[in-house]
């Protein structure tokens, strides 16, 4: 009798292994399958000739609520089209914020040129609502190698840093993915590429000497930018050309996990004389109130009609005056703060 029971619990163990050993053999090659779909999708989309994106780039929080929205066209390399629009809304303070910009994005001789016509509401100085403005930064002369090795380097890196995908919501047009990957906001190797693509750039190497000048007051700052961060991505792929049509994400947590740690390095005095802490802890309160998302549409890719940069606003496109954006009243409860 005993010999039978365990006879029996052994049948019932072996089966429970058997049950477990193929659901992890199962959900690997899930994964697998998953990763290997993603990176092709990827590949597809980031080697695009050309294609035509929307990015929606939404913040609520109990201060202001803002939105970016981008209505564009890329065609390699870096050139782009299109129309942006920003709106910003404070609830306790007098600024309200509406820009409408069109803009033309090319790379010629080295240099990456912008041109932009901005109307903004309130109007902002020296900036004339019928006027094309040029923005321009000097690029290393290998930019384009650099530009094919830098999208190759993430290509490969991508997949590595995967910590968490499953696909869903799977039909004979679509699929979707659900991936969580991790990556930095900002460490030394890309501090490095920076230097190397701007190295021509007098303004733009003024503006790295001044980031090292901070980072250098602040390690803990430093650290935090290094610190791999875990963000997720709801990924539409089109499976006829099998590349991403669509992206969702919320970053809200990313934003006050990094928001925090940076509030959290600065001393109390430097928020006022008084109340520093109360002052801090008011910024983190209003931020881990915060949401943000953003929503990139992808479209007619390898199939998008180039805007050619008409040559009236090349010729007619005046230096981009260094401007500042409306300020709070002194009056505001957010200038007190």
């Given amino acids: 009798m005993n010999t039978m029971k365990s006879k029996h619990l052994l049948i019932l163990l072996l089966s429970l292994f058997v049950f477990c050993?193929?659901?992890?053999?199962?959900?690997?090659?899930?994964?697998?399958?998953?990763?290997?779909?993603l990176k092709q999708a990827v590949e597809n989309t980031a080697n695009a000739k050309n294609l035509t994106y929307k990015i929606n780039l939404s913040m609520t929080s109990p201060l202001a609520d803002g939105d970016i929205i981008v209505d564009g066209k890329y065609y390699e390399l870096m050139n782009t089209s299109g129309n942006m629009n920003i709106s910003f809304n404070s609830w306790i303070d007098t600024i309200k914020f509406e820009a409408t910009t069109q803009f033309y994005t090319e790379i010629a001789d080295n240099n990456l040129n912008q041109y932009l016509k901005m109307k903004t509401t309130p109007l902002i100085n020296d900036i004339n609502p019928d006027q094309w403005y040029i923005s321009s930064t000097t690029l290393a002369d290998n930019a384009n190698e650099l530009f094919?090795?830098?999208?190759?380097?993430?290509?490969?890196?991508?997949?590595?840093?995967?910590?968490?995908?499953?696909?869903?919501?799977?039909?004979?047009?679509?699929?979707?993915?659900?991936?969580?990957?991790?990556?930095?906001?900002?460490?030394?190797?890309?501090?490095?590429?920076?230097?190397?693509?701007?190295?021509?750039?007098?303004?733009?190497?003024?503006?790295?000497?001044?980031?090292?000048?901070?980072?250098?007051?602040?390690?803990?700052?430093?650290?935090?930018?290094?610190?791999?961060?875990?963000?997720?991505?709801?990924?539409?792929?089109?499976?006829?050309?099998q590349s991403i049509t669509n992206l969702k994400t919320d970053f809200s947590n990313n934003i006050q996990e990094f928001g925090n740690e940076v509030l959290d390095s600065i001393p109390d005095e430097e928020f006022s004389d008084v109340n520093g802490y109360v002052l801090r802890n008011t910024f983190k309160n209003y931020l881990n109130l915060s949401k943000f998302n953003l929503n990139i549409r992808i479209s007619h890719l390898n199939n998008t009609t180039i805007d050619e940069i008409p040559q009236e606003v090349k010729t007619s496109a005046l230096p981009l005056p260094e401007t500042d954006l409306p300020q709070p009243t002194q009056t505001t409860l957010l200038s007190k703060l």
Avoid: C, H, W
Avoid at 21 to 37: G, L, R
Avoid at 149 to 171: C, E, G, P, R, S
Avoid at 215 to 235: F, M
């Fill in 21 to 37: 050993f193929s659901s992890t053999v199962f959900a690997n090659k899930a994964q697998d399958e998953a990763i290997d779909y």
């Fill in 148 to 241: 094919s090795q830098k999208k190759q380097f993430n290509l490969d890196k991508f997949t590595q840093n995967i910590t968490n995908i499953f696909m869903y919501d799977v039909n004979k047009n679509t699929a979707k993915i659900y991936v969580t990957y991790t990556r930095p906001i900002l460490d030394e190797g890309m501090k490095a590429e920076l230097k190397t693509l701007y190295a021509k750039d007098d303004k733009q190497k003024q503006n790295l000497e001044k980031l090292d000048n901070l980072l250098a007051k602040n390690p803990q700052l430093v650290e935090s930018l290094a610190k791999p961060r875990k963000i997720s991505y709801e990924l539409t792929i089109d499976k006829k050309s």
